[in-house]
């Protein structure tokens, strides 16, 4: 079920953003069917009537949607859409006999050239995969007590790794450096014992010796091992690098399975890389290829010299190897450095004597299998691929050149979205890989791009050629001697007829073919509609346009100089020469505040509306004139007033009339009055209104605020004193109606006896 799944996500995905990106870009026309399908957007018409008169053939290749606009028939469309193809997609699982991490495992793209194509890979680190290790040691004198450390640790080992999962094999490998000056003595005594010391005993120098091809034998490792002796060489630095390449590539002799590889690498010191083999004089550069003798040593280290670093990086990526390197705290910063540079690469600290080699493995591991490196491989030019990640821990990347998600746990699932663009054409099918860094699995992807035009079987003296050329794609490809878009013109012999013919139909030997706006056929100009003359030249519908039409609407077009209507003038003629709508109110032209401009009155600055009948501002604009001409009736106010008041009139109201004064100011009250019978401004003014004394504004407004805040108080006080009252009241009321009183004896009560005799009676 998920297989089907990620089949419809796929198609849906791709399909629909193949046809959004083509018709959203638009097109630019090209003069074939195979270049038009180059660009991205664009489709091409290879019906035969479709093209209209002097239409080139380049009008052929435009968007789907113009196309079926201009009436090209559906099935005359060519406009092939990208779409994927899922060749294989098994699901993901975790069976130990067949494990599959990453899915799908192979596609077939057909994509056009600029449009990008996307699709999903899903990525779930299994549990139990299997694991291969080679365990590669430096041998020099100082990793003596390394040594006889690791002589012990192969059963701790396995048993680290076998908590991850039960497959595990372990092989071993050990290097020193190249058995030449200045690296190795050549004295004969130091060859054969190369210790510094004669008290120990070391066997000769080697570059690098494969000593047991990976296995699944504990004791077989703890055997191989225990039999290596420590060697030696003269300088520091050694020869890893060369030991690193030979144990990547020479894989039938390592044994490597399509596992998980790892190549765990031990030294207490640097290393040689490429160029500093001249010192010994060896020149040649390393070739990256395997070359162990049956006996397993590197046999070609003094030929060859030290390999790059990125000659070792692709090994190691080729061969999906991840690399630990486990060496002493002094050398941490180079390998660290180098570390960068190599894909799938880890450093960890190891003790002087290994000691913690076991759990600098796990934890190495660990941290190389949790981050997932999606990366493509042998990708031919012309693609441009880019990944976006969207891992488990909620983090998405954007488009990069690779995809990656770290800390991912055993069974997590990570996703990533491919993009693959095509730049040009592609010869032919091309294949490249997408996988994660440093494990076998691989997804294989096929591409081919929609360049080719499927029009039909090309039709040889097509009579739309005029039987003088074959028609494929709607164009005509003429015969021998024979010219023209439509193979009409006949050829002569001179090498130059083409240009002749074309000389023809320009006006001037810079000026385009046929003015641009037609096709050269037989040196005479085929136009297109609406254009017209010997080359093109008068565009009928190439006329100003005034309020959006041509002419104005009050003329006609002719070879793009308008011929205006009566009444009409103008380039354009949207000038019209009545004066109908400049009649003002009182009949005049503009209120005799403007000019009348093709029919529209253009006022004089300060008035406005269609007429000029009305002032801008009148207040604030004739304020200092108003002011000026008051100020001249006083013996020292200011006599000339033509500054402020200009071409205005002003005079002062009459009493007599009952006049409204709009402009109302602290010094002058005044109207402005427009509408004179000769056209002029009038300004009518008179004094402002007598000033109030306000002194006794003053203390009758505090007097009468005091009085009224008096009142405020006395009202609010009584008004919060009688809700007092009543409140009281109330309370009263209720308190009696809560009252009962008692009317039954109290028993503790005794009436008081009287006692009355007489004292004149007294018995005896």
């Given at each position: 079920?998920?297989?089907?799944?990620?089949?419809?996500?796929?198609?849906?995905?791709?399909?629909?953003?193949?046809?959004?990106?083509?018709?959203?870009?638009?097109?630019?026309?090209?003069?074939?069917?195979?270049?038009?399908?180059?660009?991205?957007?664009?489709?091409?018409?290879?019906?035969?009537?479709?093209?209209?008169?002097?239409?080139?053939?380049?009008?052929?290749?435009?968007?789907?949607?113009?196309?079926?606009?201009?009436?090209?028939?559906?099935?005359?469309?060519?406009?092939?859409?990208?779409?994927?193809?899922?060749?294989?997609?098994?699901?993901?699982?975790?069976?130990?006999?067949?494990?599959?991490?990453?899915?799908?495992?192979?596609?077939?793209?057909?994509?056009?050239?600029?449009?990008?194509?996307?699709?999903?890979?899903?990525?779930?680190?299994?549990?139990?995969?299997?694991?291969?290790?080679?365990?590669?040691?430096?041998?020099?004198?100082?990793?003596?007590?390394?040594?006889?450390?690791?002589?012990?640790?192969?059963?701790?080992?396995?048993?680290?790794?076998?908590?991850?999962?039960?497959?595990?094999?372990?092989?071993?490998?050990?290097?020193?450096?190249?058995?030449?000056?200045?690296?190795?003595?050549?004295?004969?005594?130091?060859?054969?014992?190369?210790?510094?010391?004669?008290?120990?005993?070391?066997?000769?120098?080697?570059?690098?010796?494969?000593?047991?091809?990976?296995?699944?034998?504990?004791?077989?490792?703890?055997?191989?091992?225990?039999?290596?002796?420590?060697?030696?060489?003269?300088?520091?630095?050694?020869?890893?690098?060369?030991?690193?390449?030979?144990?990547?590539?020479?894989?039938?002799?390592?044994?490597?399975?399509?596992?998980?590889?790892?190549l765990v690498y031990t030294s207490d010191?640097?290393?040689?890389?490429?160029?500093?083999?001249?010192?010994?004089?060896?020149?040649?550069?390393?070739?990256?290829?395997?070359?162990?003798?049956?006996?397993?040593?590197?046999?070609?280290?003094?030929?060859?010299?030290?390999?790059?670093?990125?000659?070792?990086?692709?090994?190691?990526?080729?061969?999906?190897?991840?690399?630990?390197?486990?060496?002493?705290?002094?050398?941490?910063?180079?390998?660290?450095?180098?570390?960068?540079?190599?894909?799938?690469?880890?450093?960890?600290?190891?003790?002087?004597?290994?000691?913690?080699?076991?759990?600098?493995?796990?934890?190495?591991?660990?941290?190389?299998?949790?981050?997932?490196?999606l990366e493509h491989l042998s990708a031919?030019?012309?693609?441009?691929?880019?990944?976006?990640?969207?891992?488990?821990?909620?983090?998405?990347?954007?488009?990069?050149?690779?995809?990656?998600?770290?800390?991912?746990?055993?069974?997590?699932?990570?996703?990533?979205?491919?993009?693959?663009?095509?730049?040009?054409?592609?010869?032919?099918?091309?294949?490249?890989?997408?996988?994660?860094?440093?494990?076998?699995?691989?997804?294989?992807?096929?591409?081919?791009?929609?360049?080719?035009?499927?029009?039909?079987?090309?039709?040889?003296?097509?009579?739309?050629?005029?039987?003088?050329?074959?028609?494929?794609?709607?164009?005509?490809?003429?015969?021998?001697?024979?010219?023209?878009?439509?193979?009409?013109?006949?050829?002569?012999?001179?090498?130059?007829?083409?240009?002749?013919?074309?000389?023809?139909?320009?006006?001037?030997?810079?000026?385009?073919?046929?003015?641009?706006?037609?096709?050269?056929?037989?040196?005479?100009?085929?136009?297109?509609?609406?254009?017209?003359?010997?080359?093109?030249?008068?565009?009928?519908?190439?006329?100003?346009?005034?309020?959006?039409?041509?002419?104005?609407?009050?003329?006609?077009?002719?070879?793009?100089?308008?011929?205006?209507?009566?009444?009409?003038?103008?380039?354009?003629?949207?000038?019209?020469?009545?004066?109908?709508?400049?009649?003002?109110?009182?009949?005049?032209?503009?209120?005799?505040?403007?000019?009348?401009?093709?029919?529209?009155?253009?006022?004089?600055?300060?008035?406005?509306?269609?007429?000029?009948?009305?002032?801008?501002?009148?207040?604030?604009?004739?304020?200092?004139?108003?002011?000026?001409?008051?100020?001249?009736?006083?013996?020292?106010?200011?006599?000339?007033?033509?500054?402020?008041?200009?071409?205005?009139?002003?005079?002062?109201?009459?009493?007599?009339?009952?006049?409204?004064?709009?402009?109302?100011?602290?010094?002058?009250?005044?109207?402005?009055?427009?509408?004179?019978?000769?056209?002029?401004?009038?300004?009518?003014?008179?004094?402002?209104?007598?000033?109030?004394?306000?002194?006794?504004?003053?203390?009758?407004?505090?007097?009468?605020?005091?009085?009224?805040?008096?009142?405020?108080?006395?009202?609010?006080?009584?008004?919060?004193?009688?809700?007092?009252?009543?409140?009281?009241?109330?309370?009263?009321?209720?308190?009696?109606?809560?009252?009962?009183?008692?009317?039954?004896?109290?028993?503790?009560?005794?009436?008081?006896t009287t006692t009355v005799f007489n004292?004149?009676?007294?018995?005896?």
């Open positions: 079920m998920k297989g089907l799944w990620v089949l419809a996500a796929i198609s849906l995905y791709c399909v629909g953003g193949a046809e959004s990106t083509g018709s959203a870009r638009g097109c630019q026309a090209q003069p074939n069917c195979k270049e038009c399908l180059k660009v991205p957007g664009c489709a091409w018409c290879w019906q035969q009537d479709f093209l209209k008169a002097g239409e080139p053939n380049e009008r052929r290749c435009d968007t789907a949607e113009a196309l079926k606009e201009r009436n090209c028939e559906k099935g005359y469309v060519v406009n092939p859409l990208s779409r994927v193809e899922v060749l294989k997609n098994i699901d993901l699982r975790s069976d130990s006999e067949n494990v599959v991490q990453l899915q799908p495992q192979s596609l077939h793209l057909k994509i056009r050239v600029g449009v990008p194509e996307t699709f999903e890979v899903w990525f779930k680190r299994a549990e139990g995969y299997p694991i291969d290790l080679y365990y590669l040691m430096d041998l020099s004198f100082s990793m003596k007590d390394d040594l006889e450390k690791i002589k012990n640790l192969g059963e701790e080992i396995l048993k680290a790794l076998k908590m991850v999962t039960q497959k595990v094999r372990i092989g071993f490998g050990s290097f020193v450096d190249k058995v030449a000056l200045p690296y190795v003595s050549q004295v004969k005594r130091k060859l054969a014992n190369p210790c510094p010391s004669r008290m120990d005993s070391c066997q000769p120098a080697f570059s690098f010796h494969n000593v047991l091809r990976l296995t699944d034998d504990v004791a077989d490792f703890t055997t191989r091992v225990s039999m290596q002796r420590i060697s030696g060489n003269l300088d520091s630095p050694e020869a890893g690098f060369d030991a690193m390449v030979q144990a990547a590539v020479c894989q039938e002799a390592i044994g490597w399975n399509n596992v998980t590889r790892i010191d640097t290393f040689h890389m490429a160029g500093d083999g001249r010192l010994a004089g060896i020149y040649q550069p390393n070739d990256g290829k395997c070359h162990l003798n049956a006996d397993g040593y590197y046999d070609k280290a003094t030929e060859y010299d030290y390999p790059s670093v990125g000659r070792l990086s692709r090994a190691l990526a080729a061969n999906n190897i991840q690399l630990i390197f486990a060496v002493t705290d002094k050398s941490v910063p180079s390998y660290q450095a180098l570390s960068k540079l190599i894909p799938r690469s880890v450093v960890g600290v190891l003790e002087a004597d290994s000691s913690n080699v076991v759990q600098l493995i796990s934890e190495a591991y660990g941290n190389l299998s949790s981050t997932i490196l031919p030019e012309g693609l441009n691929i880019s990944y976006t990640s969207k891992c488990s821990n909620g983090v998405h990347t954007p488009w990069l050149r690779n995809g990656e998600c770290s800390n991912v746990k055993i069974n997590e699932q990570v996703n990533f979205t491919v993009k693959v663009t095509a730049t040009s054409c592609l010869p032919g099918v091309e294949t490249f890989v997408i996988k994660p860094q440093g494990i076998g699995e691989a997804l294989k992807v096929t591409v081919e791009t929609l360049c080719d035009c499927n029009c039909g079987e090309p039709e040889e003296h097509s009579p739309h050629c005029n039987g003088n050329g074959t028609l494929s794609c709607g164009i005509c490809s003429c015969d021998e001697g024979r010219l023209g878009q439509r193979c009409k013109c006949e050829k002569h012999g001179d090498k130059d007829s083409v240009a002749a013919m074309e000389a023809q139909c320009r006006q001037t030997n810079e000026s385009q073919l046929c003015s641009g706006q037609g096709s050269c056929e037989c040196g005479a100009c085929e136009c297109r509609p609406r254009h017209r003359g010997q080359y093109c030249e008068c565009d009928d519908g190439g006329c100003p346009r005034h309020n959006n039409q041509l002419c104005g609407g009050h003329g006609d077009c002719n070879c793009s100089v308008c011929d205006c209507h009566a009444n009409y003038i103008g380039a354009d003629c949207g000038c019209s020469v009545l004066k109908d709508k400049c009649m003002g109110r009182d009949g005049k032209e503009c209120s005799r505040h403007g000019r009348c401009v093709c029919n529209q009155c253009v006022c004089y600055q300060g008035f406005f509306q269609d007429d000029c009948s009305e002032l801008r501002a009148p207040c604030k604009t004739f304020l200092e004139c108003a002011l000026c001409s008051l100020s001249s009736e006083k013996p020292q106010g200011e006599q000339n007033c033509s500054r402020h008041c200009g071409s205005v009139k002003p005079q002062r109201a009459d009493q007599n009339q009952n006049w409204d004064f709009p402009c109302q100011h602290t010094k002058v009250r005044f109207r402005v009055d427009p509408e004179t019978e000769d056209g002029s401004i009038r300004v009518i003014y008179t004094d402002p209104p007598e000033p109030i004394d306000m002194t006794m504004v003053a203390v009758g407004s505090s007097i009468s605020g005091i009085i009224l805040i008096g009142l405020a108080i006395i009202i609010i006080y009584r008004l919060l004193l009688e809700v007092y009252y009543r409140r009281e009241y109330h309370n009263f009321i209720n308190e009696q109606k809560k009252s009962r009183w008692n009317v039954d004896p109290n028993p503790l009560f005794q009436e008081a004292p004149m009676h007294i018995t005896d």
